[in-house]
T-cell receptor, first 111, second 116 residues
Framework: SQQGEEDPQALSIQEGENATMNCSYK?????LQWYRQNSGRGLVHLIL?????REKHSGRLRVTLDTSKKSSSLLITASRAADTASYFC???????????FGSGTRLQVQP | DGGITQSPKYLFRKEGQNVTLSCEQN?????MYWYRQDPGQGLRLIYY???????QKGDIAEGYSVSREKKESFPLTVTSAQKNPTAFYLC???????????????FGDGTRLSIL
């Protein structure tokens, strides 16, 4: 079962623009995590936001969490061509102590 | 450097054949996971293990088997019962000690399995 679903499925922007991706989840969470996947590679952990946090920053990344709406967003500011990748949100399936992942947002940053 | 190593990077399976994908980690993590990823899709959990000599089925365990005899190793066997094995397989690990749930997962670079 998939806990999170990202929106949009695909996003194409110009270098220097901001990219915003959204994630909705179904059940209560302790935290929500965002990952990045370059084509043909494994996932890389980007940022974790706890359920009692509303916003978190890491470099050019800004993550927000709205537990009342069961949603999160990932903002990448001043995007670069190297940001081209798929981005996934994930949260814990407490029933089995394993993360579940959405289908991801495929971001294309045009140079 | 600590990390997760998956091998081989590419693997081909003949009909009726079992194949084993290797996953080794030197991060001293307790928990390990196997995911399947189909083109343009997210990750689906196959099996996971929170401790040596114990593992649990995920969402799509049918046609797969695992073992966890050592903390560092969590091999995945794709059996002949898995009729559609062509996919990208990802192994991950996390600390997952008691009281430290939801820790970030570290991923290997995957094995791409195809049918001959």
């Amino acid at each position: 079962s998939q806990q999170g679903e990202e929106d949009p499925q695909a996003l194409s922007i110009q270098e220097g623009e901001n990219a915003t991706m959204n994630c909705s989840y179904k059940t209560s969470i302790n935290n929500l995590q965002w990952y990045r996947q370059n084509s043909g590679r494994g996932l890389v952990h980007l940022i974790l936001i706890r359920s009692n946090e509303r916003e978190k920053h890491s470099g050019r990344l800004r993550v927000t969490l709205d537990t009342s709406k069961k949603s999160s967003s990932l903002l990448i500011t001043a995007s670069r061509a190297a940001d081209t990748a798929s981005y996934f949100c994930s949260s814990l399936d407490t029933g089995r102590r394993a993360l579940t992942f959405g289908s991801g947002t495929r971001l294309q940053v045009q140079p | 450097d600590g990390g997760i190593t998956q091998s081989p990077k590419y693997l081909f399976r003949k009909e009726g054949q079992n194949v084993t994908l290797s996953c080794e980690q030197n991060l001293n993590h307790d928990a390990m996971y196997w995911y399947r990823q189909d083109p343009g899709q997210g990750l689906r959990l196959i099996y996971y293990s929170q401790i040596v000599n114990d593992f649990q089925k995920g969402d799509i365990a049918e046609g797969y088997s695992v073992s966890r005899e050592k903390k560092e190793s969590f091999p995945l066997t794709v059996t002949s019962a898995q009729k559609n094995p062509t996919a990208f397989y990802l192994c991950a690990s996390s600390i997952d000690r008691t009281g430290a749930v939801n820790q970030p997962q570290h991923f290997g670079d995957g094995t791409r399995l195809s049918i001959l």
